[in-house]
């Protein structure tokens, strides 16, 4: 998969999320093998108005290279002026995003909302597309509901406005993330564009994405929620691409040493604070299935400090529970 001068092999893509696809957790999945990673979404107007919060999200790392930084809005204007600033920032591929589900976007006509003012989005991605000389992508879903499916006029949208690739999510916006991803869509895609289509959903182990590719034909493979606390998901799909066969899953020892090392790397990024806070969630994934996880839950959101989170895992280890 080529997009631009970034070329891609049997491409498996980190999806861009909300709250977990910062800094660290990109570098730790690139760590594990995947390909492509894509920064949490941000914001058009935070980047135009100069906001802290939002200009910190665009920091990159050479060691996570190829990045792709995701942006949003609903106006052309703003939005080929932020792509300026990705740009000046250093991503190497920026993403327009319309498919996010929530209501707090959809709102303000952005997302997923998009997908309902088809016109609008390829002014917008015309815009984003003639403002900067790094590739251009498309991230959106089957359609506003399954009534109003139209991920392929999208896509074709997509091409003629210029953009290099197109990733489709399954699932409608009324699905949210609930039921099962449709790839019968994203094989429909694929068919209707020449350029490169990446599918998203439901992918949780090698064989889904061994799967995905062989249903639909597409390009390339998006893990989203089945990389929380899962980055070795990389390291096993790309392991099964070469030989067939399955990684075990990382054992108690690995998951211990790659959860105090996320937390180490998002309190050098944001402070201990926000660390801790944000680390909650990320434990938990961590440490999913595992015997008395929901004990180690509560343990989690007491803590507040690093030395708690080594105090817990180290007590969970010595325990012999894992």
């Known amino acids: 998969m080529r997009l631009g001068n970034i070329e891609l092999n049997n491409p498996v893509v980190l999806a861009p999320m909300a709250g977990v696809t910062d800094l660290p957790f990109r570098l730790l999945a690139k760590e594990m093998g995947c ?5 949490e979404m941000v914001s058009d107007k935070g980047l135009i108005y100069r906001n802290c919060h939002t200009l910190d999200m665009l920091t990159v790392n050479e060691r996570e290279r190829p ?11 703003p939005m080929s002026e932020a792509a300026k600033i990705v740009e000046q920032a250093g991503a190497d591929i920026i993403d327009i995003n319309m498919g996010c589900p929530t209501l707090k976007i959809v709102k303000n006509g952005e997302g997923s909302a998009l997908m309902r003012q ?3 989005a390829y002014s ?11 590739p251009v992508t498309m991230k959106t879903r089957k359609g ?11 896509a074709k949208l997509a091409e003629a406005a210029g953009i290099s690739a197109v990733a489709i999510h399954g699932r409608t916006r009324e699905q949210f993330y609930a039921g099962t991803a449709d790839w019968n869509i994203i094989r429909e895609v694929k068919q209707s564009v020449a350029i490169p289509v990446i599918g998203n959903g439901d992918i949780r182990s090698p064989r889904d994405a061994a799967q995905m590719l062989a249903e639909t034909g597409c390009d390339g493979v998006m893990v989203g929620r089945g990389a929380q606390g899962n980055p070795w998901i990389f390291r096993q799909i790309k392991h099964f691409f070469a030989t067939g066969t399955v990684l075990p899953a990382p054992d108690i020892s690995e998951r211990i040493n790659v959860l105090l090392r996320h937390l180490d790397m998002l309190a050098a990024l944001k402070g201990e604070y926000i660390a801790i806070r944000e680390m909650r969630s990320h434990a938990a994934w961590y440490t999913r299935g595992l ?6 839950r509560l343990k989690f959101n007491q803590a507040v400090t690093k030395k708690d989170f080594i105090e817990i895992m180290t007590a969970f280890k010595s325990s012999g529970r894992g």
Not at 67 to 77: D, T
Not at 126 to 134: C, F, H, L, T, Y
Not at 291 to 296: D, I, K, T, V
Request: aromatic share 6%; no cysteine.
């Open 35 to 39: 390909d492509l990673v894509y920064s």
């Open 67 to 77: 990045v792709s930084i995701q942006i949003f809005g609903s106006e052309p204007g």
């Open 124 to 134: 917008i991605m015309d815009s984003v597309v003639k403002a900067v000389k790094v």
């Open 144 to 154: 506003w509901d399954d009534r109003t499916v139209n991920a392929v006029e999208m």
């Open 118 to 120: 088809p016109a609008l």
């Open 291 to 296: 015997p008395r996880s929901a004990e180690l």
